[in-house]
């Protein structure tokens, strides 16, 4: 029940919080990869949340981004090696459970108060009734 009532950027977010401790817990090369991919994430965050236009485009495209991040780490596997592919999985995975669907919901909140002022400001012109 608890679980149907929370939004999805927090259930990824318990998600991602559980594979991480699971990497400390594992330690060694994983907790490495897992420490880089959470910085890689952090800066991919605040360069998004630092630039309006950038945001608004990656609320658009946040899926095609999932599929690119995917496509890019499998690219760095055959080319770069193993630590950048498991830092870029991490980050990847960080992004595709926690960010993007926050993103998507701010789309959808912000679309929501748009179309109620819209609405209210038609509703107030044609509902007045002058005395």
Same mark, same amino acid.
């Given at each position: 029940m608890?679980?149907n009532q929370?939004?999805?950027?927090?259930k990824?977010?318990i998600?991602?919080?559980a594979? /991480?401790i699971?990497?400390f817990?594992?330690?060694?090369?994983?907790?490495t990869?897992?420490?880089?991919?959470?910085?890689?994430?952090?800066g991919?965050?605040?360069?998004i949340e630092?630039?309006?236009p950038?945001r608004?485009?990656?609320?658009k495209t946040s899926?095609?981004v999932?599929? /690119?991040i995917?496509?890019f780490?499998?690219?760095?596997?055959?080319?770069y090696?193993?630590n950048?592919?498991?830092a870029?999985?991490?980050?990847?995975?960080?992004?595709?459970?926690?960010y993007?669907?926050?993103l998507?919901e701010?789309?959808i909140?912000?679309?929501n108060?748009?179309n109620?002022?819209?609405?209210?400001?038609y509703?107030s012109?044609?509902n007045h009734?002058?005395?």
């Amino acid at each position: 029940m608890l679980l149907n009532q929370m939004r999805n950027s927090h259930k990824g977010a318990i998600l991602f919080i559980a594979i /991480c401790i699971l990497a400390f817990l594992i330690g060694s090369y994983i907790l490495t990869a897992t420490f880089f991919g959470v910085l890689i994430l952090v800066g991919l965050i605040v360069l998004i949340e630092s630039i309006p236009p950038l945001r608004w485009l990656m609320a658009k495209t946040s899926r095609v981004v999932d599929i /690119c991040i995917f496509v890019f780490s499998i690219i760095a596997m055959a080319s770069y090696g193993l630590n950048i592919t498991a830092a870029l999985t991490v980050a990847g995975v960080g992004y595709t459970l926690i960010y993007a669907p926050h993103l998507r919901e701010q789309s959808i909140i912000n679309k929501n108060k748009t179309n109620r002022s819209a609405a209210a400001g038609y509703k107030s012109k044609f509902n007045h009734n002058p005395k």
